[in-house]
């Protein structure tokens, strides 16, 4: 049973996430937990009466009993079953309570909130999201994205990193659907080092029973750039990163602007938080 949390601020592109969801894992036994969390900041609730926070709490509820009753109406899958769960905290501290309570193995949420601006390449949730949760995977949807069966998926690498366990998400979401894995790597050198080429051997060892190839683009714009023209050539269907320090997701939700890094997110983009070494 794979259990899998849904961060909802009650906006469309959260339901437009979930549906993504519950259609990728279509054929798989899955829990899916809404999760609300209704903090505010701190100067807005000092000025809140206890009867106030009382109300906004069960406002939220209603509005989880309603999301949770339109998902089991909308998706009469029999393998498929639904929970809720309201927060206090805030959303990425309820988030990392979630996945310590519930066994949680991976996060879907949509990358703009209800007040995400078309020039924004993802919101502060979802940055946050990234930078903060350490202990499980993050499937971002970008707003009104349609849900495609996944036949190409992007990993891009510098090789610079011995990766292990850290492929199994990767492996995993390739199993669903018999998935090409796109290994990318751009050239940022004439030659591989001896660990490079290490990396790489080993890469091949781990993914020897999932389809998938190489490709090597010559380094010739900024890689974010780079990896928007691979995704365009191949009909790139998701997008997988492992992050870890001082890596391209870094540099990307350092400047969420389209404008600043000329990147934009759309097609999901699949996000492994890198293993302690």
């Known amino acids: 049973m794979k259990k899998i949390l849904l ?88 988030i990392d309570m979630a996945i310590s309570n519930y066994n949680i193995d991976l996060i879907v949420m949509g990358t703009k909130g209800a007040t995400g601006a078309k020039e924004i390449f993802m919101g502060s949730n979802a940055v946050n999201i990234i930078k903060k949760v350490k202990a499980c995977p993050i499937l971002l949807i970008p707003n009104e994205c349609d849900f495609e069966m996944p036949k190409q998926i992007a990993f891009p690498t510098d090789f610079n990193r011995f990766y292990g366990e850290e492929l199994l998400p990767l492996k995993n979401l390739s199993k669903l659907y018999n998935s090409k894995i796109r290994i990318l790597h751009i050239n940022e050198e004439k030659n591989l080092s001896h660990q490079q080429d290490y990396n790489l051997a080993m890469l091949k060892v781990y993914l020897e029973d999932y389809p998938h190839s190489f490709h090597w683009m010559p380094d010739y714009t900024k890689k974010e750039n780079a990896i928007k023209d691979f995704i365009e050539e191949l009909n790139i269907d998701i997008l997988v990163m492992i992050n870890y320090e001082h890596s391209l997701i870094e540099s990307i939700i350092k400047e969420p602007v389209i404008k600043n890094i000329g990147f934009h997110a759309t097609i999901p983009f699949f996000v492994i938080p890198a293993s302690a070494q």
């Open 7 to 94: 961060p909802t601020d009650f906006s469309d592109n959260a339901w437009c996430a979930a549906v993504y969801a519950l259609k990728l894992y279509e054929k798989e036994d899955c829990t899916f937990y809404f999760l609300h969390s209704y903090k505010m900041k701190v100067s807005a609730m000092s000025n809140l009466s206890n009867k106030l926070l009382r109300s906004m709490a069960d406002n939220a509820m209603q509005e989880l009993l309603e999301l949770k009753d339109m998902a089991e109406r909308s998706n009469n899958n029999l393998n498929h079953s639904f929970e809720i769960l309201l927060s206090a905290d805030t959303m990425d501290n309820a």
